[in-house]
């Protein structure tokens, strides 16, 4: 008889444990599931979604911004765009150092793909020095002119590119040479225009990144004006863009030669390259090389702008054997007529001088309207004017 009193005292006790037991796990798990929403808001608790309801969408992937490096500025504006630019960039680019022209290779190659270039030209501070070499020219190093045996069958086809497009013509010996260049164009399209419709025989350098550069070079050709590629280049103010796709010392090697091909590919029928900006990169041997390579390789010429006097433009490519000039005046650091008839005249000096003079203005008002004045003087003056090949034929002493 105990034994049953006995065991149904045990399975009260059993009952008792086991309802206690449930009680603290259902205390347990209420108090858990308050401690651990505890970072919750009390909506979150309200709504109590499945947890997979809970999860954000995943964010979009973050892509390059397609073109960095251009400034859609106006004119007068270009600084304060460049400044407001500034503390954005590094947002919008992955990388750390160098700083604001820097823009990853295949980056690159996407800018390029749809330019969209600043509706005015801009262009740094430029030297007002009048270059004039104290040696009459500094000759490419040529091969010796003797008279070969058998005279080549057609000379068209070994000559260089760069007298291949050169505009040809007859210069009278000793008549003093004056070359003139307009460059940064292409982007302002009415200056160009205007710029193109003078007399020439001019010389028309073409911002690569401009639009419609088959279009806009055709025109000046078929003006009489030859063409060079205004190859953008690093400054030294960090403040001011070169431009997409310019070639800077801060560029690996690959990169480098990439954005040379891509500048050099724009537009064809130039006879050679002469540096936008580039106050510093003239100055810098790494780049130097490397444009220099490519232009022999191509057999182009070189016009240094002389940005910087510093330059070491007309070094490198006399090492490299590619025939070049340099400019001796800057004929519109004021666009003004007056000033710019100023400079024309200095570059008289330096022509009746030295045998020749090669000056360089852009698709300026001053510069348009004084140009329109001493055009039609220089040959009364007793001048010739010339495209810049005939000034590096001279520089290699072939005429
Ligand atoms: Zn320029």
């Not at 003078?198 to 690569?208: E, H, N, R, V």
């Not at 040379?260 to 580039?278: A, C, K, P, Q, T």
């Not at 054997?321 to 200095?346: I, M």
């Amino acid at each position: 008889m105990a034994k049953p009193v006995k065991h149904k005292k045990v399975n009260k006790t059993l009952v008792i444990v086991v309802a206690a037991v449930i009680g603290a796990l259902a205390y347990g798990a209420a108090h858990l599931a308050n401690t651990s929403g505890s970072n919750q808001t009390a909506s979150d608790h309200k709504e109590a979604k499945p947890w997979y309801k809970n999860h954000a969408k995943p964010p979009e992937m973050i892509r390059l911004p397609d073109a960095p490096l251009i400034l859609a500025a106006k004119e007068a504006e270009v600084d304060e765009t460049i400044q407001e630019l500034k503390p954005k960039q590094p947002l919008k680019k992955k990388q750390v150092p160098p700083p604001a022209s820097v823009t990853p290779r295949l980056n690159s190659v996407e800018i390029s793909a749809k330019p969209v270039a600043p509706p005015t030209v801009y262009e740094e501070a430029l030297p007002q020095d009048i270059y004039t070499p104290t040696k009459t020219a500094t000759k490419v190093s040529t091969p010796d002119p003797a008279p070969e045996k058998t005279p080549p069958p057609t000379i068209e086809h070994q000559q260089p590119r760069w007298m291949q497009y050169a505009l040809k013509m007859d210069v009278p010996k000793d008549t003093p040479m004056i070359a003139l260049v307009i460059d940064d164009l292409g982007l302002d399209r009415k200056r160009t225009a205007r710029a193109i419709a003078l007399s020439g025989p001019m010389t028309m350098a073409f911002i690569p990144y401009a639009k419609d550069l088959k279009k806009q070079t055709g025109r000046a050709r078929a003006n009489g004006h030859e063409l060079l590629v205004h190859l953008p280049m690093e400054p030294l103010n960090a403040k001011i863009d070169a431009g997409p796709n310019n070639l800077n010392t801060h560029l690996a090697a690959e990169d480098l030669k990439d954005r040379i091909h891509w500048n050099l590919e724009r537009f064809s029928g130039y006879v050679g390259v002469n540096n936008h900006m580039g106050s510093r990169a003239t100055t810098d041997d790494t780049v130097m090389k490397a444009l220099m390579s490519e232009l022999r390789n191509r057999e182009m010429l070189f016009l240094d702008s002389r940005t910087n006097p510093k330059s070491i433009g007309a070094k490198i490519a006399g090492l490299e054997g590619v025939p070049f000039a340099e400019r001796n005046v800057f004929l519109d650091n004021v666009n003004e007529k007056d000033a710019v008839l100023k400079q024309l005249s200095l570059l008289e000096k330096v022509s009746r001088r030295s045998g020749f003079a090669v000056g360089i203005g852009h698709p300026r008002d001053g510069t348009i309207a004084a140009l329109q004045e001493w055009l039609p003087t220089a040959q009364s003056k007793g001048f010739i004017l010339v495209p810049i090949s005939q000034i590096v034929l001279k520089n290699q002493g072939l005429s």
